[in-house]
């Protein structure tokens, strides 16, 4: 349908990078939003979400297991606000100083990422709790839905995660 992407190159590579003022006096916390086709690069949001006042950056990394590769597809203007969204609640509750999240669509092989959350804060227990909030947000929330393709060829949606007929 409409503004739903999957393996339509060129539809699906879209980003956002905005301002954001924290409700508890970080102001400008910066926030990086994307959802693409395009393979996503740990060291890459690592420094997105660098800043002079934070102690602690912490990185999570979701990699295709066990199996020979997961599809996604995505409503990606709808994933992207729903994204953007979760990333600056978790900074204003969290009082982070940055915030980045990437989740790759289309065919994420096995051992690569296909989301990455990176969050920097003052200290550790910050940056954990607010990383840890973002992505099982993202992964509960976000209009994006995964299928795993098995080596024998068959494939089937993941539970709850079935996209919308």
Excluded: N
């Amino acid at each position: 349908g409409a503004g739903h992407a999957g393996g339509d190159a060129g539809t699906s590579d879209a980003g956002s990078a905005v301002e954001s003022t924290g409700d508890r006096g970080l102001a400008q916390a910066p926030v990086h939003v994307r959802v693409t086709e395009q393979p996503l690069s740990l060291e890459e949001l690592s420094r997105v979400v660098g800043d002079a006042r934070a102690g602690a950056i912490v990185v999570f990394q979701g990699v295709t297991r066990e199996i020979e590769r997961l599809e996604y597809e995505a409503y990606v203007a709808m994933a992207q606000e729903r994204i953007e969204t979760i990333v600056r609640e978790c900074i204003a509750k969290h009082e982070l100083c940055s915030a980045a999240a990437e989740h790759r669509i289309g065919s994420v092989p096995l051992g690569e990422p296909s989301v990455i959350v990176a969050v920097s804060a003052p200290h550790r227990e910050q940056a954990f709790a607010g990383a840890r909030e973002a992505i099982d947000r993202l992964k509960a929330e976000a209009p994006i839905w995964k299928r795993e393709h098995l080596s024998a060829g068959a494939a089937r949606w993941v539970d709850g995660t079935e996209p919308p007929l």
